[in-house]
């Protein structure tokens, strides 16, 4: 069974920075595109960012574009997410998520709170 | 950025009802769309894909049409285990953008 375990999550003071990570296994973590996905407390879900399957090209929203940098360490099957510049707006439960070809965010992991709050 | 739009916001619903809930892409999309069911609690869980084919393990009281700019997502005889939260995401472009929601209740 596909496992997506996310960690780094945390309280962080705005204008803070955080990095979460997400440990894959059970399958070959290097031929898939991964995203991240948040969801405010009690509020619906939103795609943050993704990236290739090499790592060569990765994608964010407006809302994140210039503030986090998303990567990956294929021989770690890991995926990263670097979070600097960090506001209230981005307190939210943050996702790892798998993509196959047609198939976007097939599987999820279990979550990471990142709380921004001074 | 394309918006998805998903009615209704809740429904109430019984035991054995056939639910449909309905998103709309404010430009086409083609089949590029995804549904998923979310728990409270849990993370989301992906149920339809392009936008009529079910993903492994999902009964098949799940179903999923449209293209274009109108989807629906329709549930055949509600279980007890189907009283969740229901999005649709489109997957045309980036940025990737999901519906608010559709939270389907105990009626």
């Known amino acids: 069974e596909v496992q997506l375990l996310e960690s780094g999550g945390g309280l962080v003071q705005p204008g803070g920075s955080l990095r979460l990570s997400c440990a894959a296994s059970?399958?070959?973590?290097?031929?898939?595109?991964m995203s991240w996905v948040r969801q405010t407390p009690g509020k619906g879900l939103e795609w943050v960012s993704a990236i290739s399957s090499g790592g060569d090209r990765t994608y964010y929203a407006d809302s994140v574009r210039g503030r986090f940098t998303m990567s990956r360490d294929n021989s770690r099957d890991t995926l990263y997410l670097q979070m600097n510049s960090l506001r209230a707006e981005d307190t939210a439960m943050y996702y790892c998520?798998?993509?196959?070809?047609?198939?976007?965010?097939?599987?999820w992991g279990q979550g990471t709170l990142v709380t921004v709050s001074s | 950025d394309i918006q998805m739009t998903q009615s209704p916001s809740s429904l109430s619903a019984s035991v054995g009802d056939t639910v449909t809930i309905t998103c709309r892409a404010s430009q086409g999309i083609s089949n590029h769309l995804v549904w998923f069911q979310q728990q409270p609690g849990k993370a989301p869980k992906s149920l339809i894909y392009a936008p009529s084919s079910l993903q492994s393990g999902v009964p098949s009281r799940f179903s999923g049409s449209g293209s274009g700019t109108a989807f629906t997502l329709t549930i055949s005889s509600l279980q007890p285990e189907d009283f969740a939260t229901y999005y649709c995401q489109h997957f045309n472009n980036y940025p990737w953008t999901f519906g608010q929601g559709t939270r389907v209740e105990v009626k």
């Open positions: 059970q399958f070959t973590f290097s031929s898939y595109a």
């Open positions: 998520a798998r993509h196959t070809s047609g198939r976007p965010h097939d599987y």
